[in-house]
Structure formats: structure tokens, C-alpha cells
């Protein structure tokens, strides 16, 4: 596959399937393909190349109220039709639900967004095996406590997907991405430590900074050697963007139209109201170009959208689905994330939180004493998305008089969702884009409660 | 799946540009899952995924390519795409393959056999039970899912394999309400099983246990904060062995020095008191598997045995690389991924005497009953981990039900600090999945009753 171009053929099997609607039923086909190629390297040497080509479809059937879905991991003629005749069959046995239905264009144009990029999609081994190679080299490079890394990566994604219904949709997108990713371990004397650090991207415009995965992996695992457990006590914490984008999914999960329906939201009940410290704005916005998340249409094949969250602190809306959307009585919002194995539900695509004034070094001097938190551990073991509880293991640096100060290790810290948005009182000014579409930037939160020795 | 005259064409090609080993991995897997949720059958789902992936093998290199159509054609396009990525050395020049007998697990009652209708109803009774539990029950939802999957394994030692495996998962979550706002409980019940599984746990037994656990934490305090003493009861408990020392016994991470466990074989790592297996065998535990996705027979691996590190888990890389045996632990996610080493079903091995000694001797703790999953850090060995279940131990006896909360510790020092193991070993009855290296893979947990002296307890308590 050269995937240099949206694949209009996909398209055309999506039509083929739905054209075999009969009358009285809604049908909706879901044709996705993906080649991913991931090179990995370890001490100089290339230790894995992977070429993953994956293509499948989802048939989703309605009739009466009553849905059922089928997929298959392949597009093969026997393949599809099974999953035509698995999801019609599947549709009799489901509780008959006036929200269910397809989507329906309600004319919101989709944003034109760059698609894929010629030059990543045409990338060689040979280029990509120099990547990988760079992340690993810079890793090393960063200090002599480096003593090796667990793997060092380089992988490129050409995605391509198409939705066809009966009720008029007809759409189709198309990305690449880039991810360079490092697992670094670093020792000194019997203490061994490791972290991660990672970078994405989405065309070859700009040369990959690939050396700031391998460095920021070294960096992070560095300034962990030495840690001690802090004292329990009442705290502000600095979040690193990383982790601040650990706990934005979290809370975007939260605002999900389906969570909200089934009573599984802290904030059900909220909307207009204030359920954030004034300073925050949080939106989802796949229209964004600069998103790992972009994308053009959602998983129903309905135009992506801006959706504000939270704009000044005030609870402004949630994301649905087209059942949700309809169940909740609220305007779509053109959020339904799926893959060709499973049925559309409401999802956060890009979540970006609105940056501050103050870079990371002016809010460690605002903290002046308490933790830098760099990493968490436990995050969905230890929340309870329904009543807002979170307890999560961290680890970081202290922060004293202003200044980044010992590393901490075993410590966790305590809250719930809804105190600490109330409770963030700064944001970084420097966003950073994360793996999952997220565009995050240091957090501060006063109030925490740590607990350690 | 694939004729072996075909296979071993595939994997001649393979190894045309060199190359020290090739092995092709074909999968069909067909599954089914259904959902209820506030009364209503949400969902039903059917899926089919089938295809194959080859690998190639250079000195430390690895080339893997796969594709989903199993024609020869494109198996052996597949064969050229993984080995332009491991040139150079080798010398095989054709492979004969011999079938190895596999006793794949008998099930009784396929899950693909009975009635959609059937599934259905089964919901249906586990949602009565949970909800019948008392009006504080909000919601409850039900669900079951099941696969069958079928492999094949060729490889360039002439090995060829096929084993057929079904699993079974069936999970009831529920919401209860009361002065204190809402709270959840779950229970999951999975094996490698047929529909027979619920001839030993009715669909009604499950739903009360996740109702039951939801109304206890409504009466639930928050959990403390700080070190004390834990007592873990039998059965899910050995997640946390599975995260705080399976997961740094897996030969590619001691080899990448991404272990605790590196270069300690021999030494006394854990208390006298503690032995643990890694053992793909048990038919019908969540981790079984006759072969592993290698194609080699799982064993019984005894990894630590009376507190003294005996042995590593390997897949075939690894193993040959130190040329030594596998131990049937090279297991991968779908025919998508590669294989990397793995654990199956791992346990603490029995102790000796009464669980309730083991809480009649604590004056002062935490007992849990429940972990909701964790998370390790392979090079240093901290780990963390949700309590779904705990009560506070107060003289010696289990008193108050507590809230959600975290456990955390470091796991070379738990293992050496375990002052006490009961004679009660459990596996748990859902088992999870395990993920590394972004691939997730069953695997089964078990443990008697034993006591740590001291985790430290991350509660919301102010």
C-alpha cells in the first residue's frame, strides 16, 4: 500500500455494504486501514522492524430502536458479509431504544486538515532506523548515569477510515503520525531507575526532535536516583504537563454525554455552573491542526467540532455521541471515537487546556514549597470516576523555596476530581502535545494530601 | 488453518536473503460479547479476525511483517517484507516440518453453540440478583464476552503446533446510592472455559457478590493514610505478585537490566516463607495455554522457591540467545504482535496454618479482600495498587469496611518482609489482563491469606 492518497476504495466497499440495506433498517459500515512500522534499536544495533497493516469493518444494523453490530478483521467478501448477517442477527436480541439511530449530517462543514504527509508516508527503513538511532544516542549522551535503555523507538502510522450510512453520511479521513519514544534506565551505585520520555508528531514539515524523547527519558529517570519518601502533610503540587494530561483524560471521561446519562459523573448536574478554579478553560477540539487527535469527522462520520468544557472555571457542555446526544436531548457535538472492532461511544479527541502566564520556573518560585509531581502510577486502580475519589502513587521532587529541590519516591497523593479543579490555581504557559491528542501544560494545585512516611 | 507444504514454502522464503530462524504465526479468533445496562440489552457483538504474521530472526535482529489474508501468495509477500529487515548470516537452506501432538483443553459446552437467546437470559438473572440486593442499587450492568482462538505455529526447526482455545469472562458492575453519595462495586468471573463455568458459579451468585460490595462501601469510611501492617486474603492478592516480582522475573527485562532481579539467581530475595510458580498447565485457570504462541508446551516454573530466586521465565529469543530450554512463556496478543516473554498463571505457593490467625495476630492494619489492579516499575520494583475491598483490622479482628484507596510499596521489599502465609491458597476467580509494552494478554493470580508488615496505605482519610 503506498497510502500517499486517501484510499477512495474504501469509501466504495463502505457504499457496497450499505447499498445491501433493506427496507425499514438503518445501516451503517465502518472501513478502517492502518500501516504502522515501528523500528526499534538497542545499543547501536536495529533490534526489531515491524510492519503492521491492519484493515477491518464494522457493520452496525437498526432496526425498530434495536441495534447490533458485527466486525471483521479483514475486508475480504466472506468476511464482510458475515458480519452484515452477524449484526442483523445481533439487532433482534438488543432492547428496542428511541435514541438509537445513525447519524444524520446536521451541516456543520468538516475543517479541511492536512491529511497525510506525503514525506512520512514515504519514509524508508533506512530513515527510519537513523531515528530511532538518534533517540537512543541522545539518551546516552545526556549523562554517564545513563546505563541503557529498554528500548528506543521510531514508529510511523498512515491511518485511513470511511463511514457510510443509509441516512446520508458519507465520509472519510485520513492521517499519519510520528512517534519517537524512549525507556530509559539510568544507575548509580546499586540504585537502578527508569522513565520515559516521548515525542509526536504528525508530517516531516519540521525534523523530528527526536533527541528530545531520548532526552527527556534520561532527564526524568535522573532526577528520580536518590529518592526519598517525604512526609505525610497538606501540600501544593506542581503537575508535569505528562501527568497533567494523565488526570485531563481522566476528567474528560467524566464529561462524556454517556457518563452523564447513566449517573457515572461527579458533574451530571452542573452545567453552567462554576466547578473550577476561574483560571481554567478546557476544551475538545479536533479541528485543531496541531492535535496528535485531529481529525476531520468523528467515529460517526459526523464534522468534528469545537466543544468548550470548562471556559473560565464554568462547566459549559459535554461530548455525545449521536445516542447520547439524542437521549440527553442536546446538539451533537460530533464526538464518537471507535475502532473498526467496536461501536461508537462518546469520547474525548483532542482535550487542550488553556495555557497561562507563568512558565514552569516562575510557578515552582509561586509554590515555593511542595512537590513537583513527574510521574503517577495506580491512576485508574485508584479513582472513582463516579464519585470524583482519587488516591495515586507519584513520584517527583520536592520544591523549596521555589526551587526544585530531593527526589521523592512512594509517596501518593489524594483527592477528588472536583476539588482539584477548584483547587488549580495556576497553568504553565508552555503547551505540550501528548500521544493520545491531549495538549496539556503544568498545573499547580494547592491543598493536596500527601501521604508518605 | 494453512497446509504445511505451504508453511514450509513460506518459511524457505523467509530465510532466502539468511537469517537464523523464521517462524510463521497463523490466528482465527471469533468472539462474542453482550451487554446489559439499566434493564436494557445494549449491545450484541460478534467479531472474526483471522491472519498470520512471519517472523525472521538475524543475530539480535528481528524483521515481522503480517498479513490477513492466508493465502500463500501473500504469506510469502509477508516472508519477503519480514526478512528485507534481518539480513545477512543463517544458512538454513529448507525446512521439513514435524507436527508435535498438542492437548488442547476439552470444552464442553461451546460458547458459540448456545442460543443468543440463552446469553441473553443469563444477563438477565445476574441483573435480578444484583438488583435485588436492597434499594439502594442504582444500576447494575452485566456483561459477558467470550472467544475462541485457534493458532497454528511453524517454525524453521521444523516445529509445527496448532492448539484451539476458548475463554470465558463474565462481569457485573453496579452503583448503589446512599448519605454518603455514590459508590461501585464489581465482580468478574473469568476461566478458560465453555458455557460449563456457570454450572460451578450461577450468573445470580456474581451479581450478588458486586451488589454486595457496592451497599458495604456506602457504609464505608475513608481508608487511612500512612504505614501499617496488611493482611491480603487468598486469591486476587497474587496480582500483586504477579506486578511486584512476575513482571521483573521475565528474562527480556533481566536482560535489559530493566530488573530488580538481575543477576541476583541463587540469592535469597524474598522471606523463607515464600515460594512462587509461574504455571501455564491448570486446565481451566484464566492463564492456560497447552503451547504458547512459540508453539512450545507450558510448564510448572518454580521461580522462587523458599524465598531463594530459582528460576527466569523465557520465550525462544531469549532462551537461545543463552542457550538454554524455554519455558513456554513467548505469548503475544493477536498474530499482529510479536511474542515477548509473558506470565500465565502465577501464584504463592501455600503456607501453612489458619488465615484467621494470620488477623488474630495483627493488632492494628488493613485486610484486604479486593485489588483492583496495578501498576510496577520493573527497574526499581515500586508498585501501586487499588483496594476494590479492605476492612481495618483492629485487635486482631476485621472491624470497619473502608473506601477506595491505594496501596503502595516496593516489591523486593514486601517479598522479603513476608511474616506470615496460610495454608488457604486461592486462585482468583477473575483473573485480568496484563499489559506490557502496549500488548494485553490473560493471565491468572492466586495466593493464600499472608501478611505484610508494612505497606503504605494511600486512603482519601483527612
Given at each position: 500500500m503506498s497510502g500517499t492518497a486517501v484510499d477512495t476504495s474504501l469509501v466504495g466497499l463502505a457504499e457496497g455494504v450499505v447499498a445491501r440495506a433493506e427496507p425499514g433498517e438503518e445501516l451503517e459500515a465502518f472501513v478502517a486501514r492502518r500501516r504502522r512500522t515501528t523500528v526499534g534499536v538497542r545499543k547501536g544495533e536495529v533490534e526489531t522492524v515491524e510492519q503492521a497493516t491492519t484493515a477491518g469493518i464494522g457493520v452496525r444494523v437498526v432496526v425498530d430502536g434495536r441495534q447490533g453490530f458485527a466486525y471483521a478483521g479483514s475486508l475480504d467478501d466472506d468476511a464482510v458479509a458475515l458480519a452484515l448477517a452477524e449484526a442483523r442477527d445481533n439487532a433482534v436480541f438488543a432492547t428496542p431504544d428511541d435514541a438509537n439511530g445513525l447519524a444524520r449530517p446536521d451541516g456543520v462543514v468538516a475543517v479541511e486538515l492536512p491529511g497525510v504527509d506525503e514525506a512520512l508516508a514515504g519514509i524508508g527503513t533506512d530513515r527510519r532506523i537513523e531515528l530511532a538511532l538518534a533517540i537512543e544516542r541522545a539518551a546516552v549522551a545526556?549523562?554517564?548515569?545513563?546505563?541503557?535503555?529498554?528500548s528506543a523507538s521510531w514508529s510511523d502510522v498512515v491511518a485511513e477510515s470511511a463511514v457510510v450510512t443509509t441516512t446520508g453520511v458519507r465520509a472519510l479521513d485520513a492521517a499519519s503520525f510520528w512517534s519517537a519514544s524512549a525507556d530509559v534506565l539510568v544507575g548509580d551505585g546499586d540504585e537502578v531507575q527508569e522513565s520515559y520520555g516521548v515525542r509526536v508528531g504528525?508530517?516531516?514539515?519540521?525534523?523530528?526532535?527526536?533527541e528530545g524523547a531520548g532526552r527527556e527519558g534520561a532527564e526524568r529517570a535522573l532526577a528520580l536516583l536518590g529518592a526519598s519518601q517525604p512526609a505525610s502533610r497538606r501540600v501544593t503540587v506542581v503537575l508535569d504537563p505528562h501527568v497533567t494530561g494523565s488526570f485531563l483524560s481522566l476528567i474528560g471521561q467524566t464529561l462524556l454525554g454517556d457518563a452523564v446519562l447513566k449517573g457515572r459523573?461527579?458533574?451530571?448536574?452542573?452545567?453552567?455552573?462554576?466547578?473550577?478554579?476561574?483560571?481554567l478553560t478546557l476544551v475538545d477540539d479536533p479541528?485543531?491542526?496541531?492535535?496528535?487527535?485531529?481529525?476531520?469527522?468523528?467515529g460517526e462520520g459526523m464534522a468534528t467540532r469545537r466543544n468548550a468544557l470548562v471556559e473560565g472555571g464554568r462547566l459549559q457542555g459535554f461530548l455525545h455521541s449521536t445516542w447520547s446526544a439524542r437521549r440527553a436531548g442536546a446538539t451533537p457535538t460530533g464526538s464518537a471515537v471507535r475502532d473498526y472492532a467496536s461501536t461508537p461511544r462518546a469520547g474525548t479527541q483532542a482535550l487542550i487546556l488553556a495555557t497561562g502566564e507563568l512558565d514552569l520556573e516562575a510557578l515552582l518560585a509561586a509554590a515555593g514549597d511542595g512537590i513537583f509531581v513527574q510521574g503517577v502510577s495506580g491512576l485508574h486502580s485508584g479513582t472513582?470516576?463516579?464519585?470524583?475519589d482519587f488516591s495515586v502513587g507519584i513520584s517527583g521532587r520536592a520544591i523549596r523555596n521555589g526551587a526544585l529541590a530531593e527526589p521523592i519516591r512512594e509517596a501518593t497523593i489524594a483527592s477528588t476530581l472536583q476539588r482539584m479543579l477548584l483547587d488549580a490555581v495556576g497553568v504553565g504557559s508552555e503547551r505540550v502535545w501528548l500521544p493520545g491528542g491531549t495538549g496539556s501544560a503544568a498545573l499547580v494545585i494547592e491543598g493536596v494530601s500527601l501521604s508518605g512516611s | 488453518m494453512i497446509d504445511s507444504d505451504v508453511l514450509e514454502r513460506v518459511l524457505g522464503r523467509a530465510l532466502?536473503?539468511?537469517?537464523s530462524f523464521a517462524e510463521v504465526f497463523a490466528e482465527d479468533r471469533r468472539s462474542s460479547s453482550a451487554r446489559l445496562e439499566d434493564g436494557r440489552i445494549e449491545e450484541l457483538t460478534s467479531g472474526a479476525d483471522r491472519g498470520a504474521g512471519v517472523r525472521v530472526v538475524v543475530g539480535e535482529a528481528t524483521g515481522y511483517a503480517h498479513t490477513a489474508d492466508l493465502s500463500e501468495a501473500s504469506l510469502l509477500a509477508a516472508a519477503e517484507v519480514a526478512a528485507a529487515a534481518a539480513k545477512g548470516g543463517g544458512g538454513i537452506d529448507e525446512v521439513t516440518l514435524t507436527r508435535r501432538p498438542v492437548d488442547s483443553s476439552p470444552i464442553r459446552l461451546r460458547p458459540e453453540d448456545i442460543a443468543k437467546a440463552d446469553k441473553v437470559a443469563l444477563l438477565r438473572r445476574a441483573e435480578e440478583a444484583a438488583r435485588g440486593?436492597?434499594?439502594?442499587?442504582?444500576q447494575a450492568a452485566v456483561s459477558v464476552a467470550d472467544y475462541r482462538r485457534r493458532i497454528l505455529v511453524a517454525n524453521s526447526d521444523g516445529l509445527l503446533a496448532e492448539d484451539d482455545v476458548t475463554r470465558l469472562r463474565f462481569m457485573v458492575q453496579c452503583v448503589a446510592s446512599g448519605d454518603t453519595g455514590m459508590q461501585t462495586g464489581h465482580e468478574i468471573v473469568s476461566a478458560t472455559?465453555?458455557?460449563?463455568l456457570f454450572d460451578d458459579r450461577s450468573p445470580e451468585s456474581i451479581g450478588e457478590e458486586a451488589a454486595r460490595r457496592a451497599v458495604l462501601k456506602l457504609q464505608a469510611r475513608p481508608a487511612p493514610s500512612g504505614a501499617m501492617p496488611v493482611v491480603i486474603a487468598a486469591g486476587i492478592g497474587g496480582v500483586l505478585f504477579h506486578e511486584a516480582c512476575g513482571h521483573g522475573l521475565e528474562a527480556d527485562l533481566v536482560d535489559k537490566d530493566?530488573?530488580?532481579?538481575?543477576?541476583?539467581?541463587?540469592?535469597?530475595?524474598?522471606?523463607?516463607?515464600v515460594t512462587i510458580v509461574d504455571d501455564g498447565?491448570?486446565?481451566?485457570?484464566?492463564?492456560?495455554?497447552?503451547?504458547?504462541d512459540e508453539g512450545y508446551a507450558t510448564q510448572q516454573n518454580v521461580l522462587i522457591e523458599d524465598g531463594v530466586l530459582t528460576g527466569y521465565m523465557w520465550d525462544r529469543l531469549r532462551a537461545d540467545k543463552h542457550h538454554r530450554g524455554g519455558t513456554?512463556?513467548?505469548?503475544?496478543?493477536?498474530?499482529?504482535h510479536l511474542p515477548m516473554v509473558r506470565m500465565t498463571n502465577t501464584y504463592l505457593r501455600a503456607g501453612s496454618g489458619d488465615p484467621d490467625d494470620v488477623v488474630a495476630s495483627t493488632p492494628r492494619g488493613i485486610y484486604v479482600k479486593q485489588l483492583t489492579g496495578g501498576q510496577v516499575n520493573?527497574?526499581?520494583g515500586d508498585f501501586v495498587f487499588g483496594m476494590g475491598e479492605s476492612y481495618l483490622i483492629e485487635d486482631g479482628r476485621i472491624t470497619e469496611p473502608l473506601r477506595e484507596g491505594n496501596l503502595i510499596g516496593n516489591g523486593p521489599d514486601v517479598l522479603r518482609s513476608i511474616d506470615a502465609v496460610a495454608g488457604d491458597l486461592e486462585m482468583a476467580g477473575g483473573g485480568g489482563m496484563c499489559g506490557k509494552d502496549g500488548q494485553s494478554v490473560p493471565v491468572g493470580v492466586g495466593q493464600p491469606t499472608l501478611r505484610v508488615p508494612s505497606l503504605t496505605i494511600g486512603g482519601t482519610a483527612a
Amino acid at each position: 500500500m503506498s497510502g500517499t492518497a486517501v484510499d477512495t476504495s474504501l469509501v466504495g466497499l463502505a457504499e457496497g455494504v450499505v447499498a445491501r440495506a433493506e427496507p425499514g433498517e438503518e445501516l451503517e459500515a465502518f472501513v478502517a486501514r492502518r500501516r504502522r512500522t515501528t523500528v526499534g534499536v538497542r545499543k547501536g544495533e536495529v533490534e526489531t522492524v515491524e510492519q503492521a497493516t491492519t484493515a477491518g469493518i464494522g457493520v452496525r444494523v437498526v432496526v425498530d430502536g434495536r441495534q447490533g453490530f458485527a466486525y471483521a478483521g479483514s475486508l475480504d467478501d466472506d468476511a464482510v458479509a458475515l458480519a452484515l448477517a452477524e449484526a442483523r442477527d445481533n439487532a433482534v436480541f438488543a432492547t428496542p431504544d428511541d435514541a438509537n439511530g445513525l447519524a444524520r449530517p446536521d451541516g456543520v462543514v468538516a475543517v479541511e486538515l492536512p491529511g497525510v504527509d506525503e514525506a512520512l508516508a514515504g519514509i524508508g527503513t533506512d530513515r527510519r532506523i537513523e531515528l530511532a538511532l538518534a533517540i537512543e544516542r541522545a539518551a546516552v549522551a545526556t549523562d554517564r548515569r545513563v546505563t541503557g535503555l529498554r528500548s528506543a523507538s521510531w514508529s510511523d502510522v498512515v491511518a485511513e477510515s470511511a463511514v457510510v450510512t443509509t441516512t446520508g453520511v458519507r465520509a472519510l479521513d485520513a492521517a499519519s503520525f510520528w512517534s519517537a519514544s524512549a525507556d530509559v534506565l539510568v544507575g548509580d551505585g546499586d540504585e537502578v531507575q527508569e522513565s520515559y520520555g516521548v515525542r509526536v508528531g504528525r508530517s516531516l514539515d519540521e525534523e523530528p526532535d527526536v533527541e528530545g524523547a531520548g532526552r527527556e527519558g534520561a532527564e526524568r529517570a535522573l532526577a528520580l536516583l536518590g529518592a526519598s519518601q517525604p512526609a505525610s502533610r497538606r501540600v501544593t503540587v506542581v503537575l508535569d504537563p505528562h501527568v497533567t494530561g494523565s488526570f485531563l483524560s481522566l476528567i474528560g471521561q467524566t464529561l462524556l454525554g454517556d457518563a452523564v446519562l447513566k449517573g457515572r459523573s461527579p458533574f451530571a448536574d452542573r452545567l453552567g455552573e462554576p466547578i473550577a478554579a476561574p483560571g481554567l478553560t478546557l476544551v475538545d477540539d479536533p479541528t485543531d491542526p496541531d492535535s496528535p487527535g485531529a481529525g476531520r469527522v468523528d467515529g460517526e462520520g459526523m464534522a468534528t467540532r469545537r466543544n468548550a468544557l470548562v471556559e473560565g472555571g464554568r462547566l459549559q457542555g459535554f461530548l455525545h455521541s449521536t445516542w447520547s446526544a439524542r437521549r440527553a436531548g442536546a446538539t451533537p457535538t460530533g464526538s464518537a471515537v471507535r475502532d473498526y472492532a467496536s461501536t461508537p461511544r462518546a469520547g474525548t479527541q483532542a482535550l487542550i487546556l488553556a495555557t497561562g502566564e507563568l512558565d514552569l520556573e516562575a510557578l515552582l518560585a509561586a509554590a515555593g514549597d511542595g512537590i513537583f509531581v513527574q510521574g503517577v502510577s495506580g491512576l485508574h486502580s485508584g479513582t472513582n470516576p463516579v464519585s470524583g475519589d482519587f488516591s495515586v502513587g507519584i513520584s517527583g521532587r520536592a520544591i523549596r523555596n521555589g526551587a526544585l529541590a530531593e527526589p521523592i519516591r512512594e509517596a501518593t497523593i489524594a483527592s477528588t476530581l472536583q476539588r482539584m479543579l477548584l483547587d488549580a490555581v495556576g497553568v504553565g504557559s508552555e503547551r505540550v502535545w501528548l500521544p493520545g491528542g491531549t495538549g496539556s501544560a503544568a498545573l499547580v494545585i494547592e491543598g493536596v494530601s500527601l501521604s508518605g512516611s | 488453518m494453512i497446509d504445511s507444504d505451504v508453511l514450509e514454502r513460506v518459511l524457505g522464503r523467509a530465510l532466502q536473503g539468511g537469517g537464523s530462524f523464521a517462524e510463521v504465526f497463523a490466528e482465527d479468533r471469533r468472539s462474542s460479547s453482550a451487554r446489559l445496562e439499566d434493564g436494557r440489552i445494549e449491545e450484541l457483538t460478534s467479531g472474526a479476525d483471522r491472519g498470520a504474521g512471519v517472523r525472521v530472526v538475524v543475530g539480535e535482529a528481528t524483521g515481522y511483517a503480517h498479513t490477513a489474508d492466508l493465502s500463500e501468495a501473500s504469506l510469502l509477500a509477508a516472508a519477503e517484507v519480514a526478512a528485507a529487515a534481518a539480513k545477512g548470516g543463517g544458512g538454513i537452506d529448507e525446512v521439513t516440518l514435524t507436527r508435535r501432538p498438542v492437548d488442547s483443553s476439552p470444552i464442553r459446552l461451546r460458547p458459540e453453540d448456545i442460543a443468543k437467546a440463552d446469553k441473553v437470559a443469563l444477563l438477565r438473572r445476574a441483573e435480578e440478583a444484583a438488583r435485588g440486593a436492597g434499594p439502594s442499587i442504582r444500576q447494575a450492568a452485566v456483561s459477558v464476552a467470550d472467544y475462541r482462538r485457534r493458532i497454528l505455529v511453524a517454525n524453521s526447526d521444523g516445529l509445527l503446533a496448532e492448539d484451539d482455545v476458548t475463554r470465558l469472562r463474565f462481569m457485573v458492575q453496579c452503583v448503589a446510592s446512599g448519605d454518603t453519595g455514590m459508590q461501585t462495586g464489581h465482580e468478574i468471573v473469568s476461566a478458560t472455559r465453555g458455557w460449563e463455568l456457570f454450572d460451578d458459579r450461577s450468573p445470580e451468585s456474581i451479581g450478588e457478590e458486586a451488589a454486595r460490595r457496592a451497599v458495604l462501601k456506602l457504609q464505608a469510611r475513608p481508608a487511612p493514610s500512612g504505614a501499617m501492617p496488611v493482611v491480603i486474603a487468598a486469591g486476587i492478592g497474587g496480582v500483586l505478585f504477579h506486578e511486584a516480582c512476575g513482571h521483573g522475573l521475565e528474562a527480556d527485562l533481566v536482560d535489559k537490566d530493566a530488573s530488580v532481579f538481575a543477576g541476583r539467581m541463587g540469592q535469597q530475595v524474598a522471606s523463607p516463607l515464600v515460594t512462587i510458580v509461574d504455571d501455564g498447565t491448570p486446565r481451566g485457570e484464566w492463564g492456560h495455554l497447552a503451547i504458547d504462541d512459540e508453539g512450545y508446551a507450558t510448564q510448572q516454573n518454580v521461580l522462587i522457591e523458599d524465598g531463594v530466586l530459582t528460576g527466569y521465565m523465557w520465550d525462544r529469543l531469549r532462551a537461545d540467545k543463552h542457550h538454554r530450554g524455554g519455558t513456554g512463556n513467548g505469548r503475544r496478543q493477536t498474530y499482529r504482535h510479536l511474542p515477548m516473554v509473558r506470565m500465565t498463571n502465577t501464584y504463592l505457593r501455600a503456607g501453612s496454618g489458619d488465615p484467621d490467625d494470620v488477623v488474630a495476630s495483627t493488632p492494628r492494619g488493613i485486610y484486604v479482600k479486593q485489588l483492583t489492579g496495578g501498576q510496577v516499575n520493573t527497574a526499581t520494583g515500586d508498585f501501586v495498587f487499588g483496594m476494590g475491598e479492605s476492612y481495618l483490622i483492629e485487635d486482631g479482628r476485621i472491624t470497619e469496611p473502608l473506601r477506595e484507596g491505594n496501596l503502595i510499596g516496593n516489591g523486593p521489599d514486601v517479598l522479603r518482609s513476608i511474616d506470615a502465609v496460610a495454608g488457604d491458597l486461592e486462585m482468583a476467580g477473575g483473573g485480568g489482563m496484563c499489559g506490557k509494552d502496549g500488548q494485553s494478554v490473560p493471565v491468572g493470580v492466586g495466593q493464600p491469606t499472608l501478611r505484610v508488615p508494612s505497606l503504605t496505605i494511600g486512603g482519601t482519610a483527612a
